[in-house]
């Protein structure tokens, strides 16, 4: 325990020590007044804001998608899938969750192709497309979270609500869901950082340099982790690489205030429902 502690403090030393003097305004806003980048009234060209905004709304668009198929597919495998079908799902889920992240990058692209000659010109490798990838990846997070925390659930407590005649689906939405909604929401945290430092699935799915803040889901964007593996490979010069530990410290602290954000929104929601 104490070797991996001081593994990170170390890891996290030789980071701030390449990276801390890049850290600013400069850095994040570039030579744009930052009321001005904030309030969208000029294009910031050579900062990080862009990317930011980016990690951001990836992060909540595949949120969005993962969230409610991943928390149902979890109440399903709990309390209705039996038999050949819950080995069948269990199997399918495991093999998703083994899945590399390279593999869920090159689905992605080849949604885009397929979307793209049959449907409409729109869809190309865009934020949709990444979201969907990055959802499909942490998709096996929130599905075995939800249902190992259903059934971990004390057989009385589970028992209780339908000896009083509530049914099935009362008995998961009013007494197992809110007990076991602490552990839901860890597997919840998990994928959210698994969105937020992603590298090879949007690399092929949209991300690119410098796009600027997206105007839609169907435009191409920037995201810090692809702008460190940018310039981590492409770095023309000490300074420029520099940068690029610059943004693995804004990554980090990015990761550090969603977290901190999530378990704030955990702290009240159980709360929330203990006093309700």
């Known amino acids: 325990m104490m070797t991996m502690v001081l593994g990170v403090f170390i890891l996290l030393g030789f980071l701030f020590f390449k990276g801390g003097k890049t850290l600013g305004l400069h850095l994040i806003f570039g030579s744009v007044s930052p009321v001005d980048a904030l309030l969208l009234r000029e294009q910031v060209l050579d900062g990080l804001f862009p990317a930011i905004v980016g990690t951001f709304l990836l992060v909540f668009c595949s949120m969005t998608f993962a969230i409610p198929i991943g928390v149902a597919a979890g109440i399903y495998m709990a309390e209705y899938a039996r038999g050949w079908s819950r080995r069948a799902m269990s199997l399918f889920f495991d093999i998703l969750a083994g899945i590399p992240s390279i593999v869920i990058g090159l689905a992605g692209l080849s949604l885009a192709i397929i979307l793209h000659h049959h449907f409409s010109e729109r869809f190309a490798p865009s934020l949709l497309i990444s979201a969907i990838a990055l959802a499909i ?3 096996p997070y929130i599905i075995r979270t939800t249902q190992i925390a259903l059934e971990s659930i004390d ?19 009013r007494v197992l869901l809110p007990v076991s909604l602490p552990d839901i ?20 799915t949209g991300a690119v340099v410098m796009a600027g803040i997206p105007r839609d889901m169907f435009s191409q964007y920037e995201a810090l982790p692809f702008f460190i593996y940018y310039i981590s490979s492409q770095y023309s010069s000490p300074e420029e690489l520099q940068t690029g530990f610059g943004a693995a410290i804004i990554l980090l602290f990015l990761c550090s205030f969603l977290l ?9 929601l159980v709360a929330l429902l203990l006093y309700r």
């Open 185 to 204: 929401l860890g597997g919840i945290f998990l994928a959210i950082g698994r969105c937020a430092e992603d590298t090879a699935v949007i690399m092929l």
């Open 260 to 268: 901190f954000a999530a378990l704030w929104i955990q702290k009240r």
């Open 155 to 173: 057989p009385v407590l589970r028992r209780t609500a339908p000896s009083l005649g509530a049914s099935r689906l009362q008995n998961i939405l």
């Open 137 to 139: 990846l942490v998709l």
